[in-house]
């Protein structure tokens, strides 16, 4: 495990030789056939005597730390070695020579590793040093939306990309449930009682944070096994590079049944979320005056560290979306003197880190008198805010920098792991820099935050980059084209000219829009659906086109044909919405004609979409599926099924939950279950306009939700996990499709 040290620098626990193992590790997995040519060498004094430090707010009585940095240089023709002060800094600069002398790429959707027989050699040594210390990774989310189903294979790739990235604070929320049910059942609540509190796996992010409980449950012991000894993998690679890994600390929840074991607890009852209803809302909170906090809160951080270990720092989210009682500043300062303490009578050395996304969601409740209290009632350099969505929303610049407490700058970028093409590369080369500089800054790091991965790999790869900088990108196009050309392995003028309109386009939000897809076919289907649009739709055509030309050079490139998809679907979407407005207009007019061509071309552009994704097995609910039944015995493969069916349609018991917030573009989604809904409003507007009556909107909605929950619980349909279908060939008929029948307009 991590110490921290007398002079308030962090020094990892494992020692140099181990992290030197980890990184060749890495290398012998990504590319072992030039494993011999890397030299890792781990000198946490690099470069030190050229005062490359900074004045780290955290520990704001110590001496300025020394800062995370690598040099790469030739030892001899095709022999590279890269210095580093930690195993993460290593990755971080064996990535950088793979990206900018070898013009390479790794990323969620696939790797390009064209490399010579001998590796090309260095002219001149590269030396970079991060300005930051910490770059966080993880949303509380991402656990459930991304990593619920992922065995240790998939997890040693995600550590591999967190080390190569410069990631040295991640999250690490795996198996808690089995160190909570062992502290709960000391504490006298009964095996009953747990099955009515845990979640569902794929719904325990929110459990966690208090937002609910019980759905999707219950939650086997064999599962709650596997994951603590899947974390205990995950903590010893982590920490083999030399990250410091953040554990879960007690935020005050406890189950509903507290009362029985200890009858004059004082607890109060949050309100509702995701319009849950009385089942599975309302968890119970822990006053922080009464001494059971403490108690339990002490309880639970020791047990994690007996099986754990720990390096001292600790996320706890007491109001994640989740209102207090009381705007009382003093209960305020209470509550949050009460979930440090409770932390530190088991660790004295810890640290709290907190997610600043309550500040944001709740500002009519969270004005500056109150954040500020709950902010200082920890003290100074002990809590550590994750500014949470500060390329959309910051908060460091409307609360003096977080009063005092040390933060990181994060990028929150996408909710519920939805996929459509969005973001604010300017904002994010630039934001991290002013956050920096401005006036009495106590920001420490940078993040990335999203609750969904596996989209927009762009957005991630310069954020990631932000990290090792300490001035802004100076030419984003520039920057992009050779972000694409390490991605393809190749280049073309007409993907280079369709990345710059997506550069222009979707990856140019200025206007606070938020990575949710509202998109068409996804939303569901209504009479008062408005376009969640910040660019001009003919712009997305003309990419398309691009795209569609240099598929001929580019196509055998399983990277290219992944973002042939995405700009596809984008397309798709945007004039899905075209149609959309036709139909509307047909309806209102009684023009039975027009509804009918139109309503059935939406239809075809749906099936258009199926027929597109099934051609790539990263775009399958079936994989989806077959990963969470793949975790359970045979008596709860229906019920994981269905937490992974759920998760991404309904969310939750419904009909009035939080309805597809989670939404999938994923084949067999398409077409079992967006298709049947788009159908049914389809020939509602046909036959009301035959009969000349007005559509029964609440009427519809219900029916439609008929068709989702039916949807939801049958668990004997089997849907593709093996694509089918050429991704270029598809993409060119649908495009061609389109010209056929659809004029775009230039804006909405």
Request: aromatic share 12%.
């Amino acid at each position: 495990m991590n110490e921290v040290c007398s002079g308030g620098q962090l020094i990892s626990g494992s020692n140099v030789d181990t992290q030197a193992e980890a990184v060749k590790g890495l290398i012998n997995r990504l590319i072992p056939e030039h494993v011999d040519s890397f030299n890792i060498v781990i000198n946490s004094s690099l470069f030190h005597d050229d005062q490359q430090t900074i004045q780290d707010p955290i520990f704001l009585n110590e001496n300025p730390k020394p800062l995370d940095c690598f040099k790469v240089s030739s030892l001899s023709e095709g022999v590279i070695e890269v210095t580093a002060t930690s195993g993460v800094a290593a990755a971080g600069g064996f990535q950088h020579y793979l990206k900018y002398t070898c013009g390479c790429h790794i990323s969620w959707s696939g790797d390009q590793l064209n490399l010579p027989e001998i590796l090309p050699n260095i002219t001149e040594p590269i030396e970079i040093c991060s300005p930051y210390r910490y770059r966080y990774y993880q949303n509380v989310c991402t656990t459930s939306y991304s990593f619920v189903w992922w065995d240790w294979s998939r997890w040693e790739r995600e550590v591999d990309w967190m080390a190569m990235n410069g990631i040295n604070l991640p999250l690490a929320f795996t198996g808690m449930e089995y160190v909570w049910k062992k502290v709960y059942l000391g504490l006298g609540f009964t095996e009953a009682e747990m099955e009515d509190h845990f979640a569902g796996p794929a719904f325990l992010a929110w459990q966690r944070m208090g937002n609910m409980h019980g759905w999707g449950g219950p939650l086997p012991d064999y599962w709650m096994l596997n994951q603590y000894n899947l974390q205990k993998k995950i903590l010893k690679r982590m920490r083999a590079f030399g990250m410091t890994a953040i554990l879960p600390g007690f935020a005050g929840h406890v189950p509903s049944s507290i009362l029985r074991v200890f009858p004059n607890a004082n607890v109060t009852k949050l309100g509702s979320w995701g319009k849950f209803n009385s089942t599975y809302c309302c968890t119970d909170l822990l006053e922080p005056s009464d001494p059971l906090f403490k108690q339990i809160g002490k309880k639970f951080t020791s047990e994690i560290i007996k099986n754990f270990g720990t390096d001292h720092f600790y996320n706890m989210d007491t109001f994640n979306e989740m209102r207090p009682r009381s705007n009382d500043t003093v209960y305020l300062m209470n509550t949050s003197r009460s979930v440090f303490n409770a932390m530190n009578a088991a660790d004295s050395k810890g640290i709290w880190v907190v997610q600043g996304w309550l500040f944001v969601d709740d500002r009519d409740f969270w004005k500056p008198q109150q954040i500020q209290s709950y902010l200082h009632g920890v003290p100074l350099g002990s809590m550590i805010v994750l500014d949470l969505q500060a390329e959309v929303q910051p908060m460091y610049n409307e609360t003096q920098s977080f009063y005092g407490q040390p933060f990181v700058w994060c990028m929150l970028h996408n909710f519920g792991g939805n996929q459509r093409l969005y973001g604010t590369l300017q904002r994010i080369t630039e934001g991290p820099v002013l956050a920096a500089h401005y006036p009495n800054s106590t920001m420490i790091g940078i993040g990335v935050t999203p609750e969904g991965i596996n989209q927009n790999d762009i957005v991630y790869e310069m954020m990631n980059e932000m990290g090792w900088r300490d001035i802004p990108i100076d030419n984003i196009s520039t920057w992009v084209g050779n972000f694409t050309r390490r991605r393809y392995g190749n280049s073309s003028a007409d993907s280079d000219k369709g990345w710059e309109i997506l550069i222009e386009t979707v990856y140019s939000c200025w206007n606070n829009h938020s990575d949710h897809n509202h998109g068409l076919p996804v939303i569901r289907p209504g009479l008062h659906i408005k376009p969640n649009m910040w660019y001009n739709v003919s712009d997305i055509l003309s990419a398309w086109k691009l795209f569609i030309t240099a598929a001929p050079i580019m196509g055998d490139s399983s990277t290219f044909r992944y973002d042939l998809i995405s700009v596809t679907m984008q397309a798709l979407q945007d004039h899905s919405f075209v149609i959309y407005t036709e139909i509307l207009e047909a309806y209102r007019k009684s023009d039975i004609t027009s509804l009918r061509l139109n309503g059935a071309f939406l239809l075809e552009i749906i099936s258009g979409m199926e027929r597109l994704l099934l051609t790539d097995d990263r775009c399958l609910l079936g994989r989806w599926i077959n990963d969470a039944k793949q975790q359970a015995n045979e008596n709860d493969k229906e019920l994981f099924g269905f937490n992974a069916r759920n998760q991404v349609t309904l969310w939750g018991p419904g009909p009035r939950s939080i309805l597809d917030y989670a939404n999938k573009m994923w084949a067999s989604l398409m077409k079992s279950y967006y298709h049947p809904r788009w159908e049914l409003f389809i020939s509602t507007l046909i036959e009301c306009t035959e009969k000349q009556t007005q559509v029964n909107s609440t009427w519809l909605d219900e029916q439609i939700y008929h068709l989702d929950y039916k949807w939801n619980y049958d668990n004997k349909t089997e849907y593709p996990s093996v694509p089918s279908g050429n991704t270029v060939q598809v993409a060119t008929e649908l495009y061609e499709e389109i010209l056929k029948h659809c004029v775009i307009p230039t804006v909405f």
